[in-house]
């Protein structure tokens, strides 16, 4: 039994990490300023903490108070899109922030820094991702993100803090926000059909992405901090098999019950092809038996049935408005 810190731990994937660490009998603290996540997500045995990983006041009472081993850090604005328009919220949230528990974790002496990059570290045309590539992110998002595994690297090699990095991959599922409309596609299209609105695609809708259900990617992430030949090293994690998101809004269709309705907007700047490889993940932590797409979006779409449509909040304080989708103005 460890002591540890769960940044994000509200959100959707960072609340089924903690679940994962509780069942693996830790006793988890959940840092979560709920600008993204929601407190009913949050597991009851958790100690749950409303703030900010900006707030560097809070976090050192953190570290001081609770004595932490581990450190996972979910916390994270995570639209790549959007991150091109909100450029100076991007780094302080993604770089910053990040920045803030490398030091405490340096300073506290922590056993391990679990953090969720992203395969937007890669940008486009180098498919499948592989995690021997060479970063080269397309968008704010994806810079931000690679550059806290730098720092991670650069920590390790001077204070001996060792990390593991996980880079997801548009992970779907039940907690999953949404009502936001900038990510998570997945969700997008479920409070669409639930709102009695046509699905939108950007484009022609034949970008391809592998679409990750959470019990596949939650269970390692958490399960990592045992598994010592995973220190310092980088894991792509998710599903193997790419669809296309028109493919995708049929599968979610299908699990409403409903004709498909889309409507087709403007194409905006984003990789078009994004999905990875998974030798390394299955060398090091095994081959574990997937959730098919099709199953995954039945139990997604059961639980967003139980819990209704949720309303769509707008970013309000976009910084750079040249160029912004048609659908993201006001």
């Given at each position: 039994?460890?002591?540890?810190?769960v940044?994000?731990?509200?959100?959707?994937?960072?609340s089924?990490v903690?679940?994962?660490?509780?069942?693996?009998?830790h006793?988890v603290?959940?840092?979560?300023?709920?600008?993204?996540?929601?407190?009913?997500?949050?597991?009851?045995?958790?100690?749950?903490?409303?703030?900010?990983?900006?707030?560097?006041?809070l976090?050192?009472?953190?570290?001081?108070?609770?004595?932490?081993?581990?450190?996972?850090?979910?916390?994270?604005y995570?639209?790549?899109?959007?991150s091109?328009?909100?450029?100076r919220?991007?780094?302080?949230?993604?770089?910053i922030?990040s920045?803030?528990?490398?030091?405490?974790?340096?300073?506290?002496?922590?056993?391990?820094?679990?953090?969720t990059s992203?395969?937007?570290?890669?940008?486009?045309?180098?498919?499948?991702?592989?995690?021997?590539?060479?970063p080269?992110?397309?968008?704010?998002?994806?810079?931000?993100?690679?550059?806290?595994?730098?720092?991670?690297?650069?920590?390790?090699?001077?204070?001996?803090?060792?990390?593991?990095?996980?880079?997801?991959?548009?992970?779907?599922?039940?907690?999953?926000?949404?009502?936001?409309?900038?990510?998570?596609?997945?969700?997008?299209?479920?409070?669409?059909i639930?709102k009695?609105?046509?699905?939108?695609?950007f484009?022609?809708?034949?970008?391809?992405r592998?679409?990750?259900?959470?019990?596949?990617?939650?269970?390692?992430?958490?399960?990592?901090i045992?598994?010592?030949?995973?220190?310092?090293?980088?894991?792509?994690?998710?599903?193997?098999?790419?669809?296309?998101?028109?493919?995708?809004?049929?599968?979610?269709?299908?699990?409403?019950?409903?004709?498909?309705?889309?409507?087709?907007?403007?194409?905006?700047?984003?990789?078009?092809?994004a999905?990875?490889?998974?030798f390394?993940?299955?060398?090091?932590?095994?081959?574990a038996?997937?959730?098919?797409?099709?199953k995954?979006?039945?139990?997604?779409?059961?639980?967003?049935?139980?819990?209704?449509?949720?309303?769509?909040?707008?970013?309000?304080?976009?910084e750079?408005?040249?160029n912004?989708?048609?659908?993201?103005?006001?």
């Open positions: 039994m460890a002591n540890i810190l940044t994000g731990g509200a959100g959707f994937i960072g089924h903690t679940d994962s660490l509780i069942e693996n009998h006793r603290w959940v840092l979560d300023d709920l600008s993204g996540g929601f407190k009913e997500n949050v597991n009851p045995k958790a100690e749950f903490v409303q703030g900010s990983i900006l707030d560097y006041d976090l050192q009472s953190l570290f001081n108070d609770n004595a932490y081993e581990y450190v996972f850090h979910l916390a994270a995570a639209a790549e899109g959007l091109h328009f909100i450029k919220f991007n780094y302080q949230n993604n770089l922030g920045v803030n528990l490398i030091n405490l974790s340096v300073l506290h002496k922590v056993r391990c820094f679990v953090f992203s395969i937007a570290v890669y940008g486009k045309n180098q498919l499948p991702m592989s995690e021997e590539m060479k080269e992110p397309e968008d704010s998002y994806g810079i931000a993100k690679a550059a806290v595994e730098a720092e991670l690297k650069a920590s390790f090699n001077m204070f001996g803090l060792p990390y593991v990095i996980f880079r997801p991959h548009n992970v779907y599922g039940e907690r999953q926000n949404i009502g936001d409309r900038y990510r998570n596609v997945v969700g997008i299209f479920m409070n669409q639930m009695n609105e046509p699905m939108t695609i484009g022609d809708g034949n970008q391809k592998a679409f990750s259900y959470i019990s596949d990617v939650a269970p390692a992430i958490a399960r990592s045992d598994v010592k030949e995973a220190y310092n090293q980088i894991f792509n994690v998710g599903a193997d098999v790419p669809f296309t998101v028109n493919a995708l809004a049929d599968h979610v269709a299908a699990a409403f019950q409903v004709e498909p309705r889309v409507t087709y907007l403007d194409a905006r700047n984003e990789v078009y092809e999905y990875s490889e998974h390394k993940m299955k060398k090091i932590f095994g081959t038996k997937t959730v098919p797409l099709e995954g979006i039945k139990r997604m779409a059961d639980w967003a049935k139980e819990h209704g449509a949720r309303e769509s909040k707008e970013f309000t304080n976009i750079v408005p040249v912004l989708p048609a659908s993201w103005k006001k």
